[in-house]
């Protein structure tokens, strides 16, 4: 009986950090843009949303972080990502079908941050999540 109880604790911890990292990292990186790079975030993103989540089920998460979306046909999303030697590298996904998901943060009274998340979906389905972040002020 004790190593029953042992076990389902166990159990009830790994599965309560799991939805604890996957609950909490994106809003803890929605009051704070400066927790994790863009790689990090990117690979958050898709650990949060997996190929195969229900495009519903994706988009009304992004609007509980505060993110307002619309879906976009036949768009095209550009992201830059920083390569091995610090320099960013333009990226462009052209004639894809997404969820375009975007959100203003402040970084003190001066710099606002532009999150854009793209859902890329296909009958319905998340299928890639590609990110980009710009800012605005001096």
């Known amino acids: 009986m004790v190593q ?14 799991f939805f604890a990292f996957v609950g909490c990292v994106l809003p803890s990186i929605a ?7 863009p ?11 997996p190929q195969g989540v229900p495009l519903r089920a994706a988009q009304e998460k992004m609007e509980t972080l505060g993110f307002k ?4 046909v036949d768009g095209t999303f550009v992201s830059h990502v920083r390569n091995d030697q610090w320099r960013r590298e333009k990226r462009t996904r052209e004639h894809i ?5 975007k959100r203003q943060l402040k970084q003190g009274r001066m710099v606002t941050y532009i999150e854009a998340v793209a859902l890329v979906i296909e009958n319905d389905f998340v299928v890639d999540a ?3 972040m710009n800012s605005l002020g001096p």
Do not use: Q
């Open 4 to 17: 029953r109880m042992n076990s389902d604790v166990v159990i009830a911890l790994v599965v309560g950090s």
């Open 31 to 37: 009051r704070s843009p400066k927790l994790l790079d």
């Open 39 to 49: 790689k990090e975030l990117l690979v958050a993103l898709k650990v949060e949303f």
């Open 69 to 72: 979306c619309e879906r976009v």
């Open 97 to 101: 079908d997404f969820i375009l998901c």
């Open 130 to 132: 590609l990110y980009e």
